[in-house]
């Protein structure tokens, strides 16, 4: 645990609280519990299946908060099967993202288009929402050459998130549905980041967290071939354009110009079909009714 005390001498503003314990707990349950029988006043993380459960019950505060992260399924470009972009909207057309948010994540999380989340500068609100739409999917995969069955890879996952397990079993109905024949690989965490850096992976599942809410610290790593070495871009994309521009945009004095450099990003790798994302993250922790003015950021 982590113990933060109050410094008396302080010269601003006298803080309301004189102690505050941070402390550690893995287990969901026990991180719960804590919050019902008083021993903790707060806790985050609160599980998708039990967020209804404490928005109802009068003993708790609920508060949800949009994340700047998203989650998203890859596609490692340097495999065959994913050479013809017909094939990759195909997928795309196949993934039925309101199922996904209600059935897998009890609608906690956003709509999203972008690997960007909507509070991070640089996102682009105007993209095209993404469409589902099975039969077009399978007219695509038939002018690819890529019915009956003929488009066939693995869905790669840790074996350590049970969400994302979830998820990528509704992604095999989803997909068997318009023919595309998937089976699932789970490893372990690391395991599965050292697959994706070393182009193991088909399609992967994947989430990218920004802790400064600045569009480098979600695009460079993840779009650019920097992120190749780490493994970080999984997919193995890269373009010139995205290239230069991503650049660019470090070296962009004016917030306006670099803002305009991310949306044109996300505009590029939108059209190009390669990643697709399944929600915008949101947080969400529980109080008790004492506590007030809490805020997650």
Not at 148 to 164: D, P
Not at 169 to 198: C, H, P, R, Y
Not at 245 to 272: C, G, H, S, W
Request: aromatic share 10%.
């Amino acid at each position: 645990q982590v113990t933060l005390e109050a410094f008396p001498d302080y010269w601003g503003k006298k803080p309301t609280l004189n102690k505050i314990i941070f402390k550690v707990v893995p287990e969901d349950a026990t991180r719960m519990a804590m919050v019902q029988t008083g021993e903790a006043q707060a806790a985050d993380k609160v599980p998708f299946t039990d967020v209804d459960r404490y928005a109802k019950d009068a003993k708790f505060n609920l508060i949800r908060t949009v994340g700047y992260g998203t989650e998203f399924i890859g596609l490692n470009l340097r495999k065959p099967q994913f050479e013809d972009i017909r094939v990759r909207q195909a997928i795309n057309l196949a993934i039925d993202r309101d199922a996904i948010l209600s059935g897998v994540y009890n609608n906690v999380g956003k709509k999203n288009v972008s690997t960007l989340g909507p509070l991070v500068f640089g996102f682009n609100p105007n993209l095209p929402a993404a469409e589902y739409n099975p039969e077009k999917a399978k007219q695509l995969l038939k002018e690819a050459g890529m019915d009956n069955g003929k488009l066939q890879f693995s869905i790669w996952t840790s074996s350590n998130n049970k969400v994302r397990i979830k998820l990528a079993e509704v992604l095999q109905a989803q997909l068997k549905s318009v023919g595309i024949q998937v089976d699932i690989k789970t490893v372990e965490w690391g395991a599965f980041l050292a697959a994706m850096k070393n182009g193991e992976t088909d399609m992967y599942l994947l989430g990218w967290a920004n802790q400064s809410g600045d569009g480098d610290a979600s695009l460079s790593p993840v779009w650019s071939k920097e992120g190749f070495m780490t493994g970080e871009n999984g997919s193995f994309y890269s373009t010139p354009q995205v290239e230069e521009l991503l650049v660019a945009a470090r070296q962009e004095m004016n917030p306006e110009k670099r803002k305009e450099m991310y949306q044109k990003v996300q505009e590029i790798f939108t059209a190009d079909q390669v990643r697709f994302v399944t929600r915008g993250t949101e947080y969400i922790s529980i109080t008790g009714k004492n506590v007030k003015g809490l805020r997650y950021t």
